[in-house]
T-cell receptor, first 114, second 112 residues
Framework: AQSVTQLDSQVPVFEEAPVELRCNYSSSVSVYLFWYVQYPNQGLQLLLKYLSGSTLVKGINGFEAEFNKSQTSFHLRKPSVHISDTAEYFCAVNGIQGAQKLVFGQGTRLTINP | DSGVTQTPKHLITATGQRVTLRCSPRSGDLSVYWYQQSLDQGLQFLIQYYNGEERAKGNILERFSAQQFPDLHSELNLSSLELGDSALYFC???????????FGPGTRLLVL
């Protein structure tokens, strides 16, 4: 079984500042890792994913994440945020084998202040 | 736009009633997943279908059932509705097993 912990429920930052959203996971098997974004009153949009290979993954809208196996983390970063990045961000995992269900963290609400 | 469509967008009903949520996957996707998003439980996996067959089950109540039809669209049936069933229900689809899931816009269910 897998579990995901998003360490911050809310993160307020100023526009053009850097941001890091933290995600830690627990799993007894190898996993795939994902970040999804949910804009207000919308569905989930895939930001980026780690399946294998390079541990630094680049996604859409200038976001990137780094997979750290020893620390079981997959933190999301952006060097300079924009007002339009205001949204809820979800980290998710699924096991490479077995039931293909995404296990989500509780979400981090990113608020960008002008 | 992910290519996954869900209808209806909003649904308001009363306790004890039954509703059906519909999902059309992206063109070519064989696998469909249902998730529930609520304030207290967060995002939870309910059930997965692959090419018409049930593939995996999560925390789905016995009052809930789903199916995937030959044209690959899926329906989630919720019966004997309770106030606590009020939530956002998402459908996702993927090309095959262990491929990236793409989410629809969701159906917001309100049980009064």
């Amino acid at each position: 079984a897998q579990s995901v912990t998003q360490l911050d429920s809310q993160v307020p930052v100023f526009e053009e500042a850097p941001v890091e959203l933290r995600c830690n996971y627990s799993s007894s098997v190898s996993v795939y890792l994902f970040w999804y974004v949910q804009y207000p009153n919308q569905g989930l949009q895939l930001l980026l994913k780690y399946l294998s290979g390079s541990t630094l993954v680049k996604g859409i809208n200038g976001f990137e994440a780094e997979f750290n196996k020893s620390q079981t983390s997959f933190h999301l970063r952006k060097p300079s945020v924009h007002i339009s990045d205001t949204a809820e961000y979800f980290c998710a995992v699924n096991g490479i084998q077995g039931a293909q269900k995404l296990v989500f963290g509780q979400g981090t609400r990113l608020t960008i202040n002008p | 736009d992910s290519g996954v469509t869900q209808t209806p967008k909003h649904l308001i009903t009363a306790t004890g009633q039954r509703v059906t949520l519909r999902c059309s996957p992206r063109s070519g996707d064989l696998s469909v997943y249902w998730y529930q998003q609520s304030l207290d439980q967060g995002l939870q996996f309910l059930i997965q279908y692959y090419n018409g067959e049930e593939r995996a089950k999560g925390n789905i109540l016995e009052r809930f059932s789903a199916q995937q039809f030959p044209d690959l669209h899926s329906e989630l049936n919720l019966s004997s509705l309770e106030l606590g069933d009020s939530a956002l229900y998402f459908c996702a689809s993927s090309r095959s097993i262990q491929e990236t899931q793409y989410f629809g816009p969701g159906t917001r269910l309100l049980v009064l």
